[in-house]
């Protein structure tokens, strides 16, 4: 099939390589034309493990561009995956997908195309994209034009860092719309991944118990719900544990074995229950927002969901209060942050609690020093006027410090060595905001370890 994806971000991007590597013909628009140049010359604007070789491999099968002229008129699906960024009042900006939606009508032609809102978008946006098009279509051909396009939904729920893995194998593929038809060429569309006969790429095998993917095929409205209450619901689980983790503090229990003797319940789950720092990251902050606000549309209050988020932004504070318990005073101390990207393998700040957590201490007159293996390219790039020193190696992130927080785990801060950099230290305080580190050796190596939960 030919497939127009709107926008490149992480989203649109993993889409429309996963898409060109199963057969499809993709072409990708962007309307940065700086990025769109960059990707023509091979250069991948994120880092995402897998997607390069993959791009490389679909090479035949995949375009870049940025114009809509080029790219909607003989595509069979268009997939719009454009940015929502949050706004205050917790609903999205839909600024750019309502110019995504005017400029698909400006160029549709006489064919069926079905178009996919593949952002998260508020529940009813796929109406609202489909008079959008309607409109546009009209103002063009001077007249009403029926039958032409049909709009469906088709979260997302890739990871960052593992995004390509979760394209390709992913647990479940959900589709809605109101018509048939479109629901029929999505199928057509996701059929190799569904029954995954689609060769795996050698450096990322098909997991061995990967059987059928199971379609959920439904309306518009349920499909948009699915996309939050999913992301909901995994935010509420990280934060549940955070919770129960305030109490083992007080009662001497240790958090991770408490989320390792309630995850092996298979209704449950062993999966998000990490204690530690809480989420960040561009969807669980802004979704979980979007879903309070959308209720409250509606008359209804979600105090679970609102109580998830309030959770997550205690555990920022959290690690300050147990930082300040140990230092006392932060004026003038020098305080390193291992870790500035919200999760490992990524480079994404966007609501990373390294940020957060910097930001405070600098208000409250300390040093910082920050460490992350990927992300301080960026971090120059977005946050170049955060006061930080940004250190190449722990040696230079250690030397004189006066405490140490682990901010994001990182396999290879778990291999430090921790004997020689406690030495470096002025004094060798640590805390565990993720809770990967061994407590015991690290006391071995007289460190004062503390933990984000004990
Ligand atoms: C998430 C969803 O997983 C994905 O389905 C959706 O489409 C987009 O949002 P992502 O934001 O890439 O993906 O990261 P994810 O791996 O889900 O982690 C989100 C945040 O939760 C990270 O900050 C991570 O550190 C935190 N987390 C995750 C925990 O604190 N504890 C856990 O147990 C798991």
Not at 27 to 45: E, H, M, N, S, Y
Not at 295 to 321: D, F, H, K, S, W
Request: glycine share 8%.
């Amino acid at each position: 099939m030919n497939v127009a994806i709107i926008g490149t971000g992480y989203v649109g991007l993993t889409t429309g390589v996963c898409l060109a590597y199963i057969g499809h013909s993709v072409t990708c628009l962007d309307t940065d034309a700086d990025k769109v140049a960059a990707l023509k010359a091979g250069k991948i604007p994120i880092y995402e493990p897998h997607l390069e070789n993959l791009i490389s491999e679909a090479s035949e099968r995949i375009r870049f561009t940025t114009s809509y002229a080029d790219a909607i008129p003989n595509a069979h699906v268009v997939f719009i995956a454009v940015g929502t960024p949050p706004t205050p009042s917790g609903n999205p900006n839909l600024e750019y997908l309502s110019q995504a939606a005017t400029c698909i009508g400006k160029y549709l032609n006489d064919d069926f195309t079905v178009v996919v809102n593949k952002s998260t978008v508020p529940i009813g946006s796929g109406n609202w994209v489909g008079s959008i098009i309607r409109d546009s279509l009209e103002a063009r051909h001077g007249k009403k034009v029926n039958g032409l396009f049909a709009v469906a939904s088709n979260p997302e729920f890739l990871r960052e860092g593992a995004a390509i893995g979760d394209s390709l194998y992913p647990d479940r593929i959900v589709i809605g719309s109101d018509e048939t038809r479109a629901l029929e060429v999505l199928y057509t569309l996701y059929r190799p991944i569904l029954d995954q006969t689609f060769q795996a790429p050698t450096y990322l095998p098909r997991p061995e118990d990967k059987g059928a993917v199971p379609l959920v095929s439904t309306d518009l409205a349920s499909a948009e719900l699915i996309k939050y209450a999913a992301n909901a619901f995994l935010a509420l689980k990280i934060s549940f544990i955070n919770e129960i983790g305030q109490v083992a503090e007080r009662v001497g229990a240790e958090i991770t074995e408490v989320a390792r003797g309630i995850g092996l319940d298979s209704r449950i789950g062993s999966r998000f229950l990490n204690a530690g720092l809480g989420w960040g990251g561009s969807c669980f902050g802004k979704d979980t927002a979007a879903l309070v606000a959308t209720g409250r549309e509606y008359g209804l209050t979600m105090p679970i969901v609102e109580a998830a988020r309030m959770v997550n932004q205690r555990q920022r504070e959290r690690i300050l209060e147990k930082l300040l318990q140990e230092v006392k005073i932060l004026k003038g101390k020098t305080i390193s942050l291992l870790g500035l990207a919200f999760k490992p393998n990524t480079d994404d700040l966007r609501d990373a609690p390294a940020i957060d957590i910097a930001r405070h201490l600098i208000e409250r007159g300390a040093r910082v020093r920050c460490h992350d293996p990927i992300a301080m390219d960026r971090f120059k790039r977005e946050y170049g006027s955060l006061e930080v020193q940004l250190c190449d190696n722990a040696d230079q992130l250690f030397e004189d410090c006066d405490a140490a927080i682990l901010v994001t785990e990182w396999t290879e801060y778990r291999e430090l060595d921790w004997s020689k950099l406690g030495r470096l230290m002025r004094t060798p305080i640590l805390l565990d905001g993720r809770l990967v580190l061994d407590r015991g050796e690290l006391s071995k190596q007289g460190f004062r370890y503390v933990g984000i939960s004990g």
